[in-house]
T-cell receptor, first 115, second 110 residues
Framework: DTGVSQNPRHKITKRGQNVTFRCDPI?????LYWYRQTLGQGPEFLTY????????KSRLLSDRFSAERPKGSFSTLEIQRTEQGDSAMYLC?????????????FGQGTRLTVV | DQQVKQNSPSLSVQEGRISILNCDYT??????FLWYKKYPAEGPTFLIS?????DKNEDGRFTVFLNKSAKHLSLHIVPSQPGDSAVYFC?????????FGKGTRLHILP
């Protein structure tokens, strides 16, 4: 197992286009988290899954954002009608159990640039 | 509102000396505190954690101190090495979410 994998690593898109990112967590990790990091800020929580169930969504996640984890394994994050303010690093993390008892492992992120 | 605050955007330390990174928090209900290290173009990497019921945790060159009455924690790195140059995020866990500070960029000078 090579850790949390995110694809693509970089994405440049025109404003108004839809984009989809994929995250493959570490095998057998039942929790999967999405974070967003903008320049000069720390990562901000977007949403998380326990197996296939989406347990919480941040108010940062507007209606244009949707995340899925259909079989409790990989997850996708889709942004519809992208805006320049969506430009950021999108980070995925996974853990085996509740945070604090176990650590979260982060992927290398997908850097989105909206032009 | 910023629940986890790192007020120093950057810090420069001579190689071999002690690096001290500071962090303040506002929520007394946090269960755990963490430090993550991040290199450019990589995701954050877990460094060390401390439970809210403890006041110190040590792992090799890294020690985290927690002062609950002051709502303050610090990360000490002794001795500092060139590979320690990175952005360090202080973070807290609440309700199964990690809440990050803005980070402090540590430069280790030769």
């Amino acid at each position: 197992d090579t850790g949390v994998s995110q694809n693509p690593r970089h994405k440049i898109t025109k404003r108004g286009q839809n984009v989809t990112f994929r995250c493959d967590p570490i095998s057998e990790h039942n929790r999967l988290y999405w974070y967003r990091q903008t320049l000069g800020q720390g990562p901000e929580f977007l949403t998380y899954f326990q197996n296939e169930a989406q347990l919480e969504k941040s108010r940062l996640l507007s209606d244009r954002f949707s995340a899925e984890r259909p079989k409790g394994s990989f997850s996708t994050l889709e942004i519809q009608r992208t805006e320049q303010g969506d430009s950021a690093m999108y980070l995925c993390a996974s853990s085996f159990g509740p945070l604090g008892y176990t650590e979260a492992f982060f992927g290398q992120g997908t850097r989105l640039t909206v032009v | 509102d910023q629940q986890v605050k790192q007020n120093s955007p950057s810090l420069s330390v001579q190689e071999g000396r002690i690096s001290i990174l500071n962090c303040d928090y506002t929520n007394s209900m946090f269960d755990y505190f963490l430090w993550y290290k991040k290199y450019p173009a990589e995701g954050p990497t877990f460094l060390i954690s401390i439970s809210s019921i403890k006041d110190k945790n040590e792992d090799g060159r890294f020690t985290v101190f927690l002062n609950k009455s002051a709502k303050h924690l610090s990360l000490h790195i002794v001795p500092s090495q060139p590979g320690d140059s990175a952005v360090y995020f202080c973070a807290a866990i609440k309700d199964d979410k990690i809440i990050f500070g803005k980070g402090t960029r540590l430069h280790i000078l030769p």
